[in-house]
Antibody
Framework: QVQVVESGGGVVQPGRSLRLSCVAS????????MHWVRQAPGKGLEWVAV????????HYADSVKGRFTISRDNSKNTLYLQMNSLRAEDTAVYYC?????????????WGQGTLVTVSS | EVVMTQSPATLSVSPGERATLSCRAS??????LAWYQQKPGQAPRLLFY???TRATGIPARFSGSGSGTEFTLTISSLQSEDFAIYYC?????????FGQGTKVEIK
């Protein structure tokens, strides 16, 4: 079935880096845009970043621009999120999600999420 | 950016009753709107896209409507598994923003 599975979360000190991964299966990964969406504890959903199906274009939320980098390896069916200069406010569950149609679209499916905690 | 506002923040409903959730956009998003359901400890699940197109496997008691700036998610007869938080999301332009959510709780 169509699914995405995130990994790489953990506890990290402020200012340090972390890389998240998302492995896709059940669909032609190289044909779809992919997103990262996060959710701080007890809060709502916040879109983070998108990458085009071929990696040719990317967009970021202002809150992470210049610190986070989205990338993909279509040969490995894997999406990445490199997070640098982490702050306490980056603490959240990070979900990867496939775009529904065009890169600017709805999100389906979502992974189960991976928790990133930024704390000293 | 287009800001999405959901109301009410919390909706208390008895099982079997009808629930009506609202989502308003700060400018027209046409029908570029999706709805999601999220249960505690779970990832969001897509309910609707295109404002009113039901996603695969979503029961018929759920319906979505609206266009422009005003959207509605209706659950015709609430079942126990429907108590959750519901989010709307536009995809009219960048960034694709979510509303703050409506929690549907048992009355």
């Amino acid at each position: 079935q169509v699914q995405v599975v995130e990994s790489g979360g953990g506890v990290v000190q402020p200012g340090r880096s972390l890389r998240l991964s998302c492995v896709a299966s059940g669909f032609i990964f190289s044909s779809y845009g992919m997103h990262w969406v996060r959710q701080a504890p007890g809060k709502g959903l916040e879109w983070v970043a998108v990458i085009w199906y071929d990696g040719s274009n990317k967009h970021y939320a202002d809150s992470v621009k210049g610190r986070f980098t989205i990338s993909r390896d279509n040969s490995k069916n894997t999406l990445y999120l490199q997070m640098n200069s982490l702050r306490a406010e980056d603490t959240a569950v990070y979900y990867c999600a496939r775009t529904g149609f065009a890169e600017l679209g709805w999100f389906d499916p979502w992974g189960q999420g991976t928790l990133v905690t930024v704390s000293s | 950016e287009v800001v999405m506002t959901q109301s009410p923040a919390t909706l208390s409903v008895s099982p079997g009753e009808r629930a009506t959730l609202s989502c308003r956009a700060s400018q027209s998003v046409s029908t570029n709107l999706a709805w999601y359901q999220q249960k505690p400890g779970q990832a969001p699940r897509l309910l609707f896209y295109g404002a009113s197109t039901r996603a695969t496997g979503i029961p018929a008691r759920f319906s979505g409507s609206g266009s422009g700036t005003e959207f509605t998610l209706t659950i015709s007869s609430l079942q126990s598994e429907d108590f959750a938080i519901y989010y709307c999301q536009h995809y009219y332009n960048w960034p694709p923003l979510f509303g703050q959510g409506t929690k549907v709780e048992i009355k």
